[in-house]
């Protein structure tokens, strides 16, 4: 059984920062792809930032230039680094990990809130 426990959210004004963290557990195959998205009120879940196993990127326009994603598989966690927040970042994030056993499989945290005050 496949485990995301999240933390770091919280809250923060305007300008602020704050980093996440995610450590997977209960697999010992590799994560092909692991990653962040997050949820407003009212709004569906959107791709923040994902990294894969090669080290390739992709940043949700909004965010680049002030979050940074990062991977440690030996320790197989994911966090992310959120400077220079914003009020549109407020939501709850979610952390994810991608598998490939023969089909593609994901694997989601149980949410962390961010709340970014003006």
């Known amino acids: 059984q496949v485990q995301l426990v999240e933390s770091g959210g919280g809250l923060v004004q305007t300008g602020g920062s704050l980093r996440l963290s995610c450590a997977v557990s209960?697999?010992?195959?590799?994560?092909?792809?692991m990653g962040w998205y997050r949820q407003a009120p009212g709004k569906q879940r959107e791709l923040v930032a994902i990294m894969s196993s090669g080290g390739n990127i992709n940043y949700a326009d909004s965010v680049k230039g002030r979050f940074t994603i990062s991977r440690d598989d030996a320790k197989r966690t994911v966090n992310l680094q959120m400077n220079s927040l914003k009020s549109e970042d407020t939501a709850v994030y979610y952390c994810?990990?991608?598998?490939?056993?023969?089909?593609?499989?994901?694997?989601w945290g149980q949410g962390t809130q961010v709340t970014v005050s003006s």
């Open positions: 994810l990990a991608r598998q490939f056993v023969k089909v593609w499989t994901d694997y």
């Open positions: 209960g697999s010992s195959f590799s994560l092909n792809i």
